[in-house]
């Protein structure tokens, strides 16, 4: 089993800028695809960005593209998303997901581990 644990969220404003962070414990998840997801108050979880185990492939939900990397550092167990040019539309909470396929793409029934979630915060 694998408990993932975000942080790195807060309160930023219009244009500014957060790096998410996502450690692992339990359970190398090197050979984990691996997600980041959002939910804003009143709508339904949202894939935001997907790596593959070995990183060799990405994938950025059209809304943040140009403005959200993901990236992982597997020596480390850890997994990245640099927000940049943060909206206030991009309020929600979010959480880290691992995929067992390794692929990180989008989908939240193809992933089996959850974090419990950071807030991020974006005021106008």
């Known amino acids: 089993q694998v408990q993932l644990v975000e942080s790195g969220g807060g309160l930023v404003q219009a244009g500014g800028s957060l790096r998410l962070s996502c450690g692992a414990s339990?359970?190398?998840?090197?050979?984990?695809?691996m997600g980041w997801f959002r939910q804003a108050p009143g709508k339904e979880r949202e894939f935001v960005a997907g790596?593959?185990?070995?990183?060799?492939?990405?994938y950025i939900a059209d809304s943040v593209k140009g403005r959200f990397t993901i990236s992982r550092d597997n020596a480390k167990n850890r997994v990245y998303l640099q927000m940049n040019s943060l909206k206030p539309e991009d309020t929600a909470v979010y959480y880290c997901a691992g995929d067992l396929w390794g692929l990180g793409v989008a989908g939240a029934q193809k992933y089996s581990y959850w974090g419990q979630g950071t807030q991020v915060t974006v005021s106008s």
């Open positions: 790596i593959s185990w070995s990183g060799g492939s990405t």
């Open positions: 339990g359970r190398t998840v090197r050979d984990l695809g």
